[in-house]
């Protein structure tokens, strides 16, 4: 049985001073069989951060898009230059139209760039489209669409189909990446639109699988009391072993978090390397 390497690639802070920090997020995962990169941040910074790690993305097997937003998918059209065998794996709406509104009331666009989408549609592997649970490589699963059935996590906000910042995106094209372990599930979110605590729930479900490690974006950077703490209590019920809050977590909701579970909370930074037995 083999050792399945997770890297964070991209993150908003990095844990070395030689390395690019962004908005964004991308890992890279090696199993001993196959590599598999999970987003791509929101520049070529990834590409420059993997060559100062020493990883190969011209080894990738797959690419996999957490969902459409630019800070996981800006770095795609350098990384397809590279990757020429990966095929990649996304929701057909993370090609949608994707708008932000700002407090200042102004819409901004915020889908994947023009140029990515371009390298996509020209990639020679091309595209496989994953609205439910998918094999990516052996032992490592995309979730596809994740339903969102509990009653405390806020899975709007200001995200927007139109540029005029009419249409509500219900961001269907959010999902997580989930690899098997003799300890349990490690699961990596993008930003966990869909809710933290829907994307566990849901993985449990189709899996009968405990949870062993959580890492990524749980977006629950304006998350109130109330979700937080029934949040904390959820990841408790689970039992999750290790949590690597990140990206847009938010500065408040990841102190609440290390705060309650500061025994399993780790760092994620850019550089982080973490290790798990394989499938």
């Known amino acids: 049985m083999g050792t399945v390497t997770i890297t964070t690639l991209i993150e908003n802070t990095a844990g070395r001073p030689?390395?690019?920090a962004e908005h964004g997020l991308a890992f890279w995962i090696d199993t001993g069989r196959h590599r598999v990169l999970f987003d791509t941040g929101q520049s070529d910074a990834v590409l420059a951060n993997a060559r100062k790690l020493g990883l190969r993305l011209e080894d990738a097997d797959a690419v996999v898009l957490s969902h459409g937003h630019y800070d996981h998918t800006g770095g795609l059209a350098g990384v397809l230059l590279l990757a020429h065998k990966a095929r990649v794996f996304l929701h057909p709406a993370a090609l949608?139209?994707?708008?932000?509104?700002?407090?200042d009331?102004?819409?901004r666009a915020i889908g994947m760039p023009r140029p990515c989408q371009v390298a996509l549609s020209e990639h020679p592997v091309g595209a496989a489209p994953t609205e439910r649970v998918t094999e990516v490589v052996a032992g490592v699963f995309v979730t596809g669409a994740v339903p969102r059935t509990n009653d405390f996590e806020d899975t709007g906000g200001p995200f927007f189909l139109?540029?005029?910042?009419?249409q509500p995106d219900p961001l269907l094209d959010d999902q997580?990446?989930?690899?098997?372990?003799?300890?349990?599930?490690?699961?990596l979110l993008g930003c966990a639109h869909a809710g933290i605590?829907?994307?566990?729930e849901y993985i449990r479900r189709v899996t009968?699988?405990?949870m062993h490690t959580v890492l990524g974006g749980t977006h629950l950077v304006g998350a109130n009391e109330d979700r937080l703490d029934r949040t904390v209590q959820a990841l408790r019920r689970l039992d999750v072993r290790r949590l690597g809050p990140a990206h847009c977590t938010g500065p408040a909701a990841t102190a609440r978090l290390?705060?309650?579970l500061h025994d399993r909370c780790f760092s994620c930074s850019g550089g982080t390397q973490l290790q798990i037995e394989g499938p």
Request: proline share 2%.
């Open 208 to 210: 009968d699988r405990t």
């Open 105 to 107: 009331g102004r819409c």
């Open 176 to 187: 997580a990446l989930f690899i098997h372990s003799p300890e349990g599930l490690v699961v």
């Open 162 to 166: 139109d540029e005029a910042c009419t």
């Open 197 to 200: 605590v829907n994307t566990l």
């Open 258 to 260: 290390w705060q309650s």
């Open 18 to 20: 030689d390395l690019h």
């Open 96 to 103: 949608s139209a994707k708008y932000a509104r700002d407090t």
